[in-house]
């Protein structure tokens, strides 16, 4: 992926931080709306990583923070290729951090009825929710519609430094569904997945090649929602149109 930060470029400098780097390829459609105003940077999974990345980016000049990525379903009724657009991010403290509003008010309006929305609640994941009975308990806890594990550290990042921040994720493991330990396997600390690896593991037994085969076709239509709202919203997802109002948490990852 090109390095699309030009210091040269007016308007805001938007920080993205993406757990994955086969995420971070998402944006590729909206490399010619959004070059010289974001910053990607892949930061590996969890909140630890999510946190100091954000937080690096906004010491270093961005105004504002986007978490971007994948989600794990955790309402049944939301099916891979949705994406959410949180309103809130709860906190695996309790805590409930309000996202950007009015730019997740400019994304929404500029998106066509092939992506679909969801606005639901996005909820802290303290680790991979390997099998559906850990995403089941986690929305019977939260009430929210999908989790991940970094969102809440890129929100809790932002609201330090006192800028804007958002949350879009597309869901691409659904809730009555267990991840293949093959994918598990194959992920490194670095965001960074393996293909070797994933096939080696999986080919050892045909429920395994099923279950990559499936969620493989699940992330297929998570790319699709997040490449085409990258590109029907590439403008709007690049200029958040408000300054943060919030005032600094001292709550740390």
């Known amino acids: 992926m090109p390095d699309l930060t030009d210091p040269t470029s007016p308007g805001p400098k938007i920080g993205i931080v993406c757990g994955l780097q086969l995420e971070a390829d998402w944006l590729d459609a909206a490399w010619t709306t959004m070059a010289g105003r974001v910053e990607i940077v892949v ?4 909140p630890a990583r999510a946190f100091d990345t954000a937080r690096r980016l906004a010491t270093s000049g961005a105004n ?8 794990a379903g ?5 099916v891979p290729g949705t994406v959410v657009l949180p309103q809130r991010v709860l906190s695996a403290s309790g805590v409930a951090l309000e996202a950007d509003r009015a730019w997740l008010r400019r994304i929404t309006g500029a998106l066509g009825p092939a992506v679909p929305v969801s606005s639901g609640d996005l909820a802290e994941a303290r680790r991979i929710l390997a099998d559906a009975g850990a995403k089941a308990e986690l929305g019977r806890q939260t009430g929210a519609v999908a989790a991940d594990m970094e969102s809440a550290a890129v929100a809790r990042a ?3 430094a006192g800028i804007p921040w958002i949350a879009v994720r597309a869901i691409a493991d659904p809730a009555g569904e267990a991840l293949p330990d093959a994918v598990l396997q194959a992920i490194g600390d670095d965001g960074a997945i393996d293909p070797a690896a994933v096939i080696r593991s999986a080919a050892t037994s045909i429920h395994g090649m099923r279950s990559l085969l ?16 990258a590109r029907e ?3 709007p997802l690049a ?6 109002t919030s005032t600094p948490s001292q709550e740390s990852p």
């Open 158 to 160: 932002a609201v330090e």
């Open 233 to 235: 919203a590439g403008l």
């Open 239 to 244: 200029t958040p149109e408000t300054a943060a």
């Open 214 to 229: 499936q969620l493989r076709r699940h992330h297929a239509a998570a790319r699709r929602s997040m490449r085409r709202l």
């Open 64 to 71: 504002a923070l986007v978490s971007w990525g994948s989600a």
């Open 43 to 46: 930061a590996g999974m969890g």
């Open 74 to 78: 955790l309402d049944p009724a939301v």
